[in-house]
């Protein structure tokens, strides 16, 4: 398993960004802090998967086919959810609310621990990029859909983020003779380019 220093140092490089931000207003920038610092490390996979008992319950029905096994429970668990008032699930509100690294994704082929450091850095940037830079601005701390952007830095934010929408519409792509189209991309455009930036920062302090 990668070194967890290499998520707490990204983080880390996201709360001198925010401090560092003289556009953003003292309200929003408290904001932001306060959302940063509610977002929880899910690492590897979720702690409940060592609790014979969760997983008894998860598991309910039991078969000899494995595969049948595992489709018999999702499909009675969607059937539960019928009738039931919609509500966000665990699942879903962890992605707005938490800071999502798979077991799957901290080990080969995406991740070495005798990788340099500066590559180390850089995945995990990109892995931490979409839950702090792509849903930012849209959902508030407790991961409820809001704008909690005063109006003076959202008013700020989106003059900041046409640049980005300029840069990418003027690249051209040969194979279909035709430009990209910044604004649909937009907001992958930020969280891609926060991610490079704030890994390069954590890096730096490596």
Not at 161 to 181: D, G, I, K, R, T
Request: with cysteine; glycine share 6%; aromatic share 14%.
């Amino acid at each position: 398993m990668i070194d967890k220093r290499y998520i707490r140092d990204v983080k880390k490089a996201y709360y001198e960004l925010i401090e560092g931000k003289g556009w953003l207003d003292m309200i929003t920038r408290l904001r932001a802090l306060r959302k940063l610092n509610t977002m929880k490390e899910l690492v590897g996979y979720p702690d409940w998967v060592l609790n014979n008992h969760e997983l008894d319950n998860f598991y309910q029905i039991k078969s000899f086919e494995a595969m049948v096994y595992m489709q018999r429970n999702s499909v009675l668990r969607n059937i539960r959810s019928i009738g039931q008032p919609v509500d966000i699930t665990r699942e879903q509100m962890a992605r707005l609310t938490h800071r999502i690294f798979p077991a799957t994704i901290l080990k080969p082929p995406f991740l070495y621990s005798n990788s340099p450091a500066a590559i180390n850095y850089g995945t995990i940037g990109w892995l931490d990029s979409y839950v702090i830079s792509y849903l930012g601005l849209k959902y508030d701390s407790k991961g409820n859909r809001n704008v909690w952007f005063t109006i003076y830095s959202e008013v700020t934010y989106h003059e900041k983020a046409n640049c980005f929408v300029q840069q990418y519409s003027s690249e051209y792509v040969p194979e279909v003779h035709m430009n990209l189209n910044g604004r649909n991309t937009l907001g992958e455009n930020i969280a891609d380019n926060g991610g490079l930036r704030e890994s390069f920062r954590a890096f730096q302090t490596y």
